[in-house]
């Protein structure tokens, strides 16, 4: 079973939720991060353990998501195993798998609605990475 990490903001929080519930019925396993509320909080505190969890293996991907998507995908890019690439329509989600082979979908809350979202998790998670020269760009992506 695939194992999915979750992390969202306040703004993100209702979102999250909704899209934990479809996928867990589909049969993946959720790995939640935070937060649990809509009670305001810095996403910091929840992207970087998501990060974490992506990059020793305790899930296989991720799904972040706050109010622009932009404060997740600045502080989980800032760790060199992660490529977080945000989405706010199906084509971009499966483009940063396929193109970017980004281990973590970033969505802005308050600008997707949550058929949208869906859409877009599952574009993403059904892309296959295509390599070739895209293999080749993301490998210059870490920094020195």
Known sequence: ????GFAADHAGYELKESLKLFLSDQGYGIKDFGTHSTESMDYPDVAHPLAKAIEN????FGIAICGTGNGMAMTLNKHQGIRAGLAWIPEIASLVKRHNNANILVL???FI???TAKKCVMAYIDGKFEGGRHERRINKIPAE
């Open 1 to 4: 079973m695939k194992i999915i």
């Open 57 to 60: 293996g305790e899930a296989d």
């Open 108 to 110: 802005p809350a308050r």
């Open 113 to 115: 609605d949550g058929d």
